[in-house]
Structures are given as C-alpha cells and as structure tokens.
T-cell receptor, first 111, second 116 residues
C-alpha cells in the first residue's frame, strides 16, 4: 500500500518568515495530493491540493509543488502569521479517492 | 450549512463494552470514511464506503465494524472495546462527481473515545 513520509515533525519560525513542509510518497499510482490544516482541538480542514498533471499551485500565501518523478511534494507558506500555527498534514490519494496521510507537522509561528 | 456531524463528541467506556460512533452528513457526498488519530501520528484509515452497498476495510480494521445505513449515515462500531482503541475518531466525506475526479475530504468534528 501507499506510504507517506512527512518532514519535519515540528517547525518553528518567526512571524513573517517562510515555512516549508515536505512529503514523499511511495505509490506511483497516487495522483491527488491534498494538504490539511488542523488547529488545536478542531477538525482537519483542506487548505490546498494539487493533481498529478500539475507541477505547482498557489493560493495567496500558500503554494504546493509536486515532483512526480521523485515522488515528493511540498507546502510553502510565505509571510507567516501567528494564526498559521497548527498541525499540517499531507496526503496522497489513489484513483478511488482513498487518502494515506503523513504523520503531521506542528508549525509554530512566533510573534 | 451542509456539514458532517459526529456523535457523541466525547465518550468514556469500559473494556469489553460495545460502542457505536455515528456520522451523518448533509453534503450529499457518496464517499464516506472513518479515520483514527493518535497523538503524534497521522490519520489511519479504518473503513471506507463509496455507496450504501459498498464497504471496504482500511489499514486498521481489526476490532472495528461499520454500517452504511443510508447515503448520509455511516456508523463505526467497536465490538469489544480495548484500551488501545483510545483515540480521536474522525468521519470524513468526499464528493464523487460525474467526472469521477478525486476531491479532498470534509471532516466531522471528531469523537474522542477513552476506553478504561
């Protein structure tokens, strides 16, 4: 089955700096890669996604890149703000829509 | 607002008891999933269903069962609860449009289950 590895497990940045979270996947059949943000005590929420026929996608301060050959994808957050502090999960989905998640990255943005 | 609702929000139960967690959704999605979240770990798939007659095991289905009573309802049961099933349980749904594309999940608020 699919295996998703996510790094780093914790990340601390100063407000205004950029943050990068990286994930690798094992199954070349995976073709949809969503990212979720989970604030403390709340449900995960989809923040951005990318499909296998696209190399990069951007939505305001967040962007995701995908390298299918190397089987890795990354989340980039620019101009970080304290409200970006949360746990971020990457996932890889198969054709059936079933997602395998990484273990999560706890991002702390210091004011 | 269309949403995914889980009940109960919190539950403490004793070892050996049977317990059911319920999930209902008003999003009109066909695909529903149950995941388990443990501290410091990602979400692990327990069971998933793509329509009322389609039930599939996930990576950690042992000790769990499910029932898809209707398009909008998907229940998870622990037949005989044990302490290592203490976790946060999430139900999720996703769309299945005519183009058969893959879309992200909408999660419920979660059920925090403690088995003592």
């Amino acid at each position: 089955g699919e295996n998703v590895e996510q790094h780093p497990s914790t990340l601390s940045v100063q407000e205004g700096d950029s943050a990068v979270i990286k994930c690798t996947y094992s199954d070349s059949a995976s073709n949809y890669f969503p990212w979720y943000k989970q604030e403390l005590g709340k449900r995960p929420q989809l923040i951005i996604d990318i499909r296998s026929n696209v190399g990069e996608k951007k939505d305001q301060r967040i962007a995701v890149t995908l390298n299918k050959t190397a089987k890795h994808f990354s989340l980039h957050i620019t101009e970080t703000q304290p409200e970006d502090s949360a746990v971020y999960f990457c996932a890889a989905s198969d054709n059936a829509g079933k997602s395998t998640f990484g273990d999560g990255t706890t991002l702390t943005v210091k004011p | 607002d269309a949403d995914v609702t889980q009940t109960p929000r919190n539950r403490i139960t004793k070892t050996g008891k049977r317990i059911m967690l319920e999930c209902s959704q008003t999003k009109g999605h066909d695909r529903m999933y149950w995941y388990r979240q443990d501290p410091g770990l990602g979400l692990q798939l327990i069971y998933y269903s793509f329509d009322v007659k389609d039930i599939n095991k996930g990576e950690i289905s042992d000790g769990y069962s499910v029932s898809r009573q209707a398009q909008a309802k998907f229940s998870l049961s622990l037949e005989s609860a044990i302490p290592n099933q203490t976790a946060l349980y999430f139900c999720a749904t996703s769309d299945s449009p005519p183009d058969r594309g893959i879309y992200g999940y909408t999660f419920g608020s979660g059920t925090r289950l403690t088995v003592v």
